[in-house]
């Protein structure tokens, strides 16, 4: 087991930045989720880690070795590095032994030794006894374990795992999401861990690297993601943050300052220091939205969308001073609201959005 450290990177094709100036320093032991939307670079940062690719700036250490520079490059085989993708292809003419052991077979590694490392990751994956059963008699979510044992089979130092529960379904996915965190739990072993996915971060990662355009924007917590984002794409991205313009009248010395979001005053949590401003932005979520009556402080609008989704529904609401902005919140059952209703939201609390740097 093995820390991650990428230092700096920044990975071209041809003129294209894949990935600009990233840095990111995994522990020893952690499980780092890299999440972000499409084309935002999680896969090339993984293809980078792995071997497959070389930086074009920056460097990539791997328990405190260079693995990866822009004149040097240590190649996948020998990084000892696990990777579980997506399609996790097992070899349908050998059981499930055989699958995993095929490496260590490769490798001339003595028959006794083998199975006896083949069990022990078998154990890792809780699949004890599965050794003989051919991958055609196994559930998708025991395939992907077994896929996890094949390459925990090698010992690696770091694992990456690659959308790993992308095509699996619903169910499967709450199901192997506790799998990966007892097994995390079990091996300590050092993980990355790339998806789409926010909900399924949020449930494994001790911190998640959130990217956008081949940047890093913010490397914290779940909560701290969800409760502090640094920048306005993390705040709708995580949980569905509802992103709107206030303006901050005054900051106090606790950690909140005094701001007027659509008329409405409210008091937002904020960075010590942050000061008054116009034209800034706002995190709010819609638990914290309640709706008041037409003489307490607060915003008009019209509710523009019920969707009923059973027990609840989510209602979408568009405040009269802006055109371009939707708040949504639940309400549960009996769902009295109606599409053209009008009302008065306010919000109890939120986040200020930290005044963005220029690039
Ligand atoms: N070999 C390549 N040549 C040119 N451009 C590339 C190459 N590989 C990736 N890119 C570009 O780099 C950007 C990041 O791609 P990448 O596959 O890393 O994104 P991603 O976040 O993994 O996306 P997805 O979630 O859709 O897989 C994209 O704009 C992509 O088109």
Redesign the pocket.
Known sequence: MAGLTIDNVTKK??S?A?LKNVSIDVREGEFLAVL??????????LRIIAGFEQVSQGEVRIGGKVVSSSNFNVSPEKRRIGIVFQNYALWPHMNVAENIGYSLKVAKVPNAEREQRVAEALKLVDMEGYGERAPANLSGGQRQRVALARCLVATPELVLFDEPLANLDVHLRASMEDEFADFHKRSGTTVVY?T?DQSEAMALADRIAV?DH?QLVQLDTPHKLYHEPATPMVASFISQGIVLPVDVLAAGTDGTCAANLFGQPLSLRCRPGDGPRAGALACCRSEAVKIVNTDAPGFDGTITRVVYQGGLARIEFRPDATSDRIVHFVQPDPVTLEVGQTARLAFEGGWLIPAQEPN
Request: glycine residues 22%; proline residues 6%.
């Open positions: 094709f041809q294209f894949a972000g939307p499409s084309g935002c670079g999680k896969t090339t940062l790339i789409h990217m081949g």
